[in-house]
């Protein structure tokens, strides 16, 4: 199976199933001397699952604590390759045994049984779950940590669920103090409390809701990215359409330039304290795939969780005849707020492979006296 890594010198390689033994990432490339440990990973593990509400997710809830196996002596990176696990423990395949010839609308379960002529794992989805959002989510805590040492910062929030959505720019302490207090991931608390009820009531009818994150990444130097086919905005759409049930990317105003003029679109330079800067940013950062220097801003639609108790219409593949099917199991009704630290992260690993192409993070880093 193709296509588990990406990156050319900050490199990823994801392993594992959802009902697998484990999940696990391995991660080439990263730079010798950096400060890292299992505790700068297990807080982004432990922000995955929204704790807070266990009514608007899933009833399977793992502990996800992570082993570094290799690439790390001494409290600092090594140079070589660093893999990285979580355990599968709260698993439940008896519950896809009966759905094992019925293809769920909207998953993968189809085509990869065509794909792989049915030896793939079809437990939870296998290769295709959510579940393999945790590997990305490692490899990003290693990513922020690398970016820390460039002071560039990467956040992501819920901007909207369903029809619900927040019209507030929130400010960066409101992102970085309030987004992961709300089980929704929306900085603005008024409107977090019409997301979760939105979220109820589908679950409630047996439906479910997709949404919309935001992602900003800040101080990102000017410079970075190479058209044409490796332009930062193209690589980094290429990462975040690595999460389930992304559908969709926008950088800047996205769509919306499409109904503007020239002078509406166009981001006048101007200077601000002796560096060049946009008086706007409607083209996020990114200009001709590099980045301007300005704030990478881009937008990520989510389709809604396509396992619903809604009774649904398919085909039984042994019969190849019409079938109905109504998903039972442990299924998010919602998993906007469990992907808000999945994008930051693959922005982030992006952002890092990116940068160590362009020489801005070196091979080995100086060791802080």
Known sequence: MAGNSIGKEFVITSFGESHGKQVGVVIDGCPAGLPFSEVDVQGDLDRRIPLQKPELVSGRVEKDV??????VFNG???GAPICMTVENRETRSSDYESLRNLPRPAHSDYQATIKYRGFNDYRGGGRFSGRLTVAIIMAGALAKKLLSSLDIAVFAYTKSIGKTRTEKQPSLDEIKQTTYQSAVRCPDPACAQHMETAILNARKAGDSLGGVVECIALKVPVGVGAPL?????ADLAKAVFSVPAVKGVEFGAGFSLAKMKGSEANDAFTVQSGKVVTVTNQAGGILGGISSGMPITLRVAIKPTPSIA???QTVDL?????AKITVGGRHDP?????AVPAIEAAVAITLADHLVRAGFLPKVLKRQE
Not at 66 to 71: A, D, Q, R
Request: charged letters at 30%.
């Open 318 to 322: 042994s019969k190849m005849e019409h």
């Open 66 to 71: 992570v082993k570094i196996l290799s690439g």
């Open 229 to 233: 086919f490796d332009a930062l905005d």
């Open 310 to 312: 809604k009774e649904q």
């Open 334 to 338: 919602c998993v906007v707020p469990k």
């Open 76 to 78: 600092f990176t090594t």
